[in-house]
């Protein structure tokens, strides 16, 4: 939190009921910091799935973004999934529970629409190969080398940004990054970004937002 109020940056909070409920310490340096909540679904151990029933699948989300509501006094407007899980019907009943924008396709680098029976929904791809989960736990890359995978990858999007607008939507968990050992390398990739001018640091709601009022 300290290394991200350093450069003004406000996140965007992805949380779990379990979470949501049960660390009301976390949900108060957030709401001070004027942090977006977004829904999580239930647990780390209960990821949705196609083998999930529509009922339970659409309880699963109601209870979530209930509890995320209640202890941040916010209503949520948008979601990632525990591991990005999905069944076939996720997004249609996101939709329906009122979320605006999903996370759990990391597929562009610009949000774009997504097609819904009822209600709107606004695709807000994440930089998934550069989840820090994903690159320490699973890819085991060297802290150093994903420092500077982040400032490459910025660089590049900064540059293809002069013609058309460019997403770097990085999935950060504390539990990874915010070791000691590791901190650093965030410090330096965002002090890196933030020099460069034109860049909007931005919650994913402010996104959406400008993003659907460009597109009506």
């Known amino acids: 939190m300290r290394v991200l109020d350093r450069y003004g ?61 209640q202890a941040s006094g916010e209503t949520p407007q948008g979601w990632i999934g525990m591991d990005c899980g999905e069944s076939t019907r996720t997004v249609r009943l996101l939709a329906e529970a009122g979320i ?41 890359i060297p802290i150093q080398r994903y420092a500077t995978m982040i400032t490459e990858a910025f660089d590049r999007l900064y540059a293809d940004g002069a013609v058309t607008g460019r997403l770097l939507v990085l999935n950060l968990h504390p539990t990874r990054i915010g070791q000691p050992f590791r901190i650093k390398y965030l410090d330096l990739a965002l002090g890196h970004i933030t020099r460069h001018q034109g860049v909007w640091v931005a919650t994913g709601r402010e996104i959406v937002d400008w993003y659907v009022n460009q597109t009506e």
């Open 100 to 140: 605006r924008y999903v996370c759990d396709w990391p597929n562009d680098e610009q949000p774009y629409r997504m097609k819904v029976p009822v209600g709107q929904m606004v695709s807000l791809p994440v930089a998934v190969e550069l989840d820090d989960v994903f690159t320490h736990t699973v890819r085991s």
């Open 9 to 69: 940056i406000r996140a965007t909070a992805a949380m779990d009921a379990g979470v949501a409920t049960g660390c009301p310490a976390l949900v108060r340096e957030c709401r001070k910091r004027s942090w977006e909540f977004i829904g999580h679904g239930l647990a780390l151990s209960q990821m949705i799935t196609e083998r999930m029933p529509e009922v339970q699948e659409r309880q699963h989300i109601q209870r979530a973004l209930e509890a995320v509501q």
